[in-house]
């Protein structure tokens, strides 16, 4: 039995101002990591471990909460399995062991990405002369508090079931800030040219296609085609026709009907009978590559086009976001490429953002990959870059 299911992510965020020390990188004792020389403390990782454990329970409802903070042993979190779930008490050690490592796993690598970029961030914020002051966190978090909860009660139930602090929800406010104005360096201002461009690539997207209603016949030989083409000429109807003759599964025993046929939607020889015969002309035999082919155009539908002016507010909307995500994915390979070579890790915390990261070869039994999620305290999505999966918050930065 397992201590807990497989973990969605918790919650990401972005960054917040740091001074970048200049006292080496080496990895202090009380420390799981040192970016450019500042540690992320162990206790600063141990909380927040907290968090993102107590935060996945609440998501998946369940009410222990494993905090496997005490690798690779794993004792103390053994001991809270055992004291949290009855049902384990005679499970082995070893196979306790083994799902605490599982979700040691799932839940550092989470908290150990959110510490790192945070560090990233910072570090970036400050070269560049970045700032976010108090009054301006105070600002943001009272939008954020007041868009999200109907009460103040509604609010602390939230810090109670993830684990979190009003000071861990200002922290969040603040590192989004930052990285928001971070990634705003880089943000493509959408014009009219641009607009105009995307509409001109993608009309298809903004209107329906001329299309075609017919009926046909499709026989194995020529002979049959033929003989499809008399009996309708004959007065025998298309449903009668079909019903003999034809050896199209889809269109058999529906008199042969196609509708709402567009250019290049069916083979070229029944294509070109489409949007060539006039109406209700028989048409015949046509040899095409799955057969011999009896055809009708039976309705032409000419098709329409919405034009720029109207579709404009749509496509702007598109091309802004856009441009946000690119320029959240700029701000962010730009932190690692600025700091990633100065990020040391300890063996046991190590993940894909340290120096020297090597991944662990792939199983059949491998642990799988919690899936990425964005929220802030309203739940509304605020991913610092693509890919990042991080905490929900914290109550302290580890420096």
């Not at 196979?95 to 550092?108: H, I």
Request: charge should be positive.
């Amino acid at each position: 039995m397992r201590i807990l299911k497989p973990l969605s992510a918790c919650c990401a965020v972005g960054a917040v101002a740091l001074t970048v020390s200049a006292c080496g990188s080496s990895v202090a004792g009380d420390s799981v990591a040192s970016v450019a020389g500042n540690q992320i403390t162990t206790r600063a990782f141990d909380h927040w471990m907290f968090v993102a454990a107590k935060s996945a329970a609440a998501q998946s409802q369940q009410t222990q909460v494993i905090v496997p903070e005490d690798p690779p042993q794993f004792k103390g979190c053994i001991k809270q399995a055992r004291q949290q779930i009855p049902s384990l008490a005679k499970t082995p050690d070893k196979t306790l062991k083994a799902d605490c490592g599982q979700l040691f796993t799932q839940l550092s690598g989470q908290v150990m990405d959110f510490l790192i970029k945070a560090d990233w961030y910072q570090a970036d914020a400050h070269k560049l002369g970045i700032n976010v002051t108090p009054a301006q966190v105070h600002k943001a978090f009272e939008k954020t508090k007041k868009a999200s909860f109907k009460s103040d009660s509604q609010y602390k139930t939230l810090l109670t079931q993830t684990g979190q602090t009003s000071a861990d929800i200002m922290y969040r406010v603040r590192v989004n800030t930052i990285f928001s104005k971070l990634a705003k360096r880089d943000t493509k201002k959408v014009t009219a040219a641009d607009v105009s461009k995307y509409y001109t690539a993608h009309k298809s997207e903004f209107g329906t296609p001329p299309s075609r209603n017919l009926r046909v016949v499709r026989t194995k030989t020529q002979g049959a085609a033929n003989q499809a083409l008399s009996a309708l000429k004959g007065g025998q109807s298309w449903q009668t026709v079909a019903a003999k003759y034809s050896v199209d599964t889809t269109t058999k025993k529906s008199g042969g009907l196609l509708q709402d046929v567009t250019k290049g939607q069916e083979e070229h020889a029944l294509d070109q009978v489409a949007f060539s015969a006039p109406v209700n002309k028989l048409e015949g035999p046509v040899h095409g590559t799955f057969g011999w082919y009896v055809a009708e155009v039976i309705k032409k539908n000419a098709g329409s086009q919405q034009p720029l002016s109207k579709v404009k507010p749509t496509i702007e909307q598109l091309l802004k976001s856009n441009a946000t995500t690119a320029a959240s994915t700029a701000a962010n390979n730009k932190a690692k490429q600025d700091w990633g070579s100065q990020t040391i890790c300890r063996t046991t915390y190590s993940m894909a953002d340290c120096k020297g990261y090597k991944a662990p070869k792939t199983t059949s039994t491998a642990t799988p990959t919690p899936t990425s999620s964005a929220t802030t305290p309203a739940g509304s999505s605020t991913a610092p870059a693509s890919g990042s999966t991080t905490p929900a918050s914290t109550k302290t930065t580890g420096h």
